[in-house]
């Protein structure tokens, strides 16, 4: 098929196009380049080569989800307790109380902007993979919305996480009767 002559007034859209392009190939060169050094880090340097491939055991945690929880949280004694944990991730309710009044505001504005968003992602993930969770989705969705239910469920995925870090164990899928 030939394609009718361009006007020279949409000449500087064809470059600009290719400008786009060129970009798009260097970026992509980039991000292959630091995944390379990625995984080399997540082989050869402690304590990445211990708990990535532990994390890369849970449903919905993939290499880059494990790499950025190993080095956003680095040492999971810091957290006490998984309400500590999910404070700090901000899976947690925003709620203010006064006398008897109690107000639920949904989910904290205060985060790490980078765990909150890829364990919301990593329980949509999940929730296909690992039955115990379909069915807790499954049984949440039926009385709150979808979006709320699987803030639930990546808390739950952040508790077996945790368990996994803490453990050093790999995780197990639970099997329903």
Request: hydrophobic share 45%; with cysteine; proline share 5%.
């Amino acid at each position: 098929m030939k394609y009718p002559c361009i006007p020279s007034e949409h000449a500087h859209l064809i470059s600009s196009l290719s400008d786009l392009i060129d970009q798009y190939i260097q970026i992509r060169a980039r991000i292959t380049k630091q995944l390379k050094k990625m995984r080399l880090m997540a082989k050869e340097q402690e304590p990445f080569n211990i708990i990535v491939p532990l994390l890369l055991t849970v449903p919905g945690v993939g290499f880059i989800t494990a790499m950025t929880l190993a080095t956003e949280l680095i040492d999971m004694r810091r957290f006490k307790t998984l309400e500590h944990l999910a404070s700090y991730v901000g899976l947690v309710p925003s709620i203010i109380s006064s006398d008897e009044k109690e107000i639920n505001y949904g989910i904290t504005p205060r985060r790490n902007k980078y765990l909150r968003t890829m364990l919301i992602e990593a329980a949509w993930k999940a929730v296909k993979i690992d039955p115990a969770l379909t069915q807790k989705f499954s049984q949440l969705s039926r009385r709150m919305n979808r979006n709320k239910a699987i803030v639930r469920i990546a808390k739950i995925l952040l508790n077996r996480i945790r368990y996994v870090w803490k453990n050093q164990k790999p995780y197990v899928v639970s099997i329903i009767e």
